[in-house]
């Protein structure tokens, strides 16, 4: 009888060849696997709390679109729609120049003579000056003031009307 010997091969694995890869999968794909789920529990809370700061912020901009309705510039015009003869002696406007808001008032520029409008006439009030860089205003409004004249046949009214510019019939206050 003869006894044959295993191979060293054969007798220092005794796990099939599947399993060792298996085993080492796991090994490199468990750390993997750790990192990539710690990664998506940071970002699954991020993602969270950015989720809550749009909801605050969107309930802001509704508080906040009201305002910048209000804050809209329009160009200042009035419509002389009477049949009476109108002057504006003063008028005050607070603007936006780009950056923030200015306030354009003629009684501290050289050259204001006011405005005169004819019955019927419509006309965009603007202001500038070579003398004064702050004195010069292209009609823009946020805010105004003015003092108006209207020269009626009898004697000539004075009003004084002052407000937010918006709300008028083609984006010109008329006066009727």
Request: aromatic residues 10%.
């Amino acid at each position: 009888m003869s006894h044959k010997k295993p191979s060293s091969a054969a007798t220092g694995c005794r796990l099939p060849f599947s399993t060792l890869l298996t085993a080492c999968a796991v090994l490199v794909l468990l750390p993997l696997a750790a990192y990539l789920g710690r990664e998506w529990l940071v970002l699954s809370r991020k993602s969270t709390q950015l989720d809550t700061e749009l909801a605050e912020l969107a309930s802001r901009n509704v508080v906040l679109q009201r305002a910048s309705e209000d804050l809209q510039a329009s160009k200042f015009q009035i419509c002389n729609k009477s049949k009476d003869a109108l002057s504006v002696p003063w008028l005050a406007a607070v603007y936006h120049n780009g950056a923030r808001l200015r306030l354009f008032d003629p009684l501290r520029c050289q050259g204001w003579r006011g405005e005169e409008m004819a019955a019927g006439e419509t006309r965009v009030l603007h202001f500038s000056s070579a003398e004064d860089e702050a004195c010069n205003w292209n009609g823009s409004v946020v805010f105004y003031a003015m003092r108006m004249v209207r020269q009626s046949e009898d004697s000539p009214v004075a009003y004084n009307v002052a407000g937010p510019w918006r709300g008028f019939e083609r984006d010109c206050f008329t006066l009727e």
